[in-house]
């Protein structure tokens, strides 16, 4: 009897040790949000320091990529890290690339024990950083929340795997699937609760596109202008095969304030793209097909993920988001729907495609709904 007691007892202990674990990584990846859309184009860790039941140290990712969250939260530590937990997000990095290697911050700290959520697919790591902890005599765990770690640092993944980013769609649409007035005319589709997430999700992302035709009709700006945080405005992009953006849209002349990058053919006029250069945009040329309009979604994202982009928002227009769908480079979506109705002559949300190619696709499953005052989000993700 006394060694069935026993067993239960240690039994309870595991059990309590893997939910202790399971709350310290979750604060982890609460912390390594913080940097999302600041750190390209290195992922957005996050690390806490843990002794004797007690934090001692927060860290994540710094704007840039530097410092990595482990020496953040190490730093904060001090001495207390001494035979603490460490938990982060991501296998800790081990090869030098602007700063030295994060497990010689580990080792040198006296952690006695590394809980890491997922191993990072890194050919510069993949592994060797936990070997090298192993190697000095630190326990090492991986694996507790490693799905929601793996959707917090799918754009790294993507980018080391597929040379692309995480590609998030946003479409806000009427009540009759529609994003537009007739004559591609903009409209209020959304109120403000709604707007107020999409500029928190533009916060999160590196990058945000639209095509020429957006450009054109609507002249957004793209920024994030929630209040103290307009310094988190993404890098934005222009698909423009012909270098058509006018010199007096918004964005070019916010260029010197927030990078605007547009993608071109190789073949646009050098004339075009020397006049947005003066105006402090970025021309990014990539490969055409003459018998094919417009630019190869494909080509695009592989260019971004080059330039060391892994979160992309998609947001306009039409032809864009369907291309983007087509190819079969949409991740994740966020679907805006509003209550009203826009009519026979509005612009469809997919334009060729229906939305049923996304909301009844076997591709896609919703990972989260939501209600926006009188509107509502249904988030959906590959599946």
Request: hydrophobic share 45%; aromatic share 4%.
């Amino acid at each position: 009897m006394i060694f069935r007691i026993l067993e239960d007892q240690y039994a309870q202990k595991i059990r309590d040790s893997k939910a202790a674990d399971r709350r310290y990584i979750q604060l982890a990846l609460a912390l390594g949000r913080r940097g999302q859309g600041r750190t390209w184009p290195n992922p957005a860790v996050g690390a806490v320091v843990v002794k004797d039941g007690v934090i001692v140290g927060r860290g994540w990712t710094q704007a840039g990529g530097r410092p990595h969250a482990e020496p953040e939260a190490l730093r904060r530590a001090g001495e207390a890290a001494r035979g603490a937990t460490l938990y982060v997000t991501l296998e800790p990095c081990s090869h030098f690339g602007k700063s030295p290697p994060c497990v010689d911050a580990v080792i040198a700290s006296g952690i006695s024990r590394v809980v890491s959520a997922i191993e990072d697919p890194n050919p510069e790591v993949a592994g060797q950083g936990h070997a090298r902890l192993r190697a000095a005599g630190i326990a090492v765990d991986v694996g507790p929340c490693a799905a929601e770690a793996a959707r917090d640092h799918a754009g790294h993944f993507l980018r080391i795997r597929d040379r692309r980013p995480h590609v998030i769609l946003k479409l806000a649409v009427s009540a009759d699937d529609k994003i537009g007035a007739s004559g591609h005319k903009p409209i209020a589709i959304t109120g403000e609760a709604a707007k107020t997430r999409v500029h928190l999700l533009r916060a999160r992302s590196d990058a945000i596109l639209v095509g020429i035709g957006t450009v054109r009709s609507d002249d957004p700006l793209l920024t994030c202008r929630l209040p103290g945080m307009e310094t988190r405005s993404p890098v934005r992009v222009v698909l423009d095969r012909a270098l058509r953006i006018s010199g007096d849209s918004r964005l070019v002349r916010s260029a010197r304030a927030t990078p605007l990058w547009v993608a071109a053919s190789e073949t646009a006029e050098a004339a075009a793209a020397t006049r947005l250069g003066a105006a402090g945009a970025q021309v990014i040329r990539v490969a055409t097909d003459p018998a094919k309009p417009g630019l190869d979604p494909s080509a695009v994202v592989h260019a971004l993920s080059e330039k060391g982009i892994t979160r992309l928002m998609v947001e306009g227009g039409a032809r864009v988001a369907s291309s983007f769908v087509a190819a079969g480079l949409v991740d994740e979506v966020w679907l805006l729907r509003g209550t009203g109705t826009v009519g026979a002559g509005g612009v469809p949300a997919l334009d060729a495609l229906p939305l049923a190619a996304i909301t009844q696709s076997p591709k896609f499953r919703v990972r989260a709904s939501e209600t926006l005052d009188k509107d509502t989000l249904t988030i959906y993700e590959r599946a």
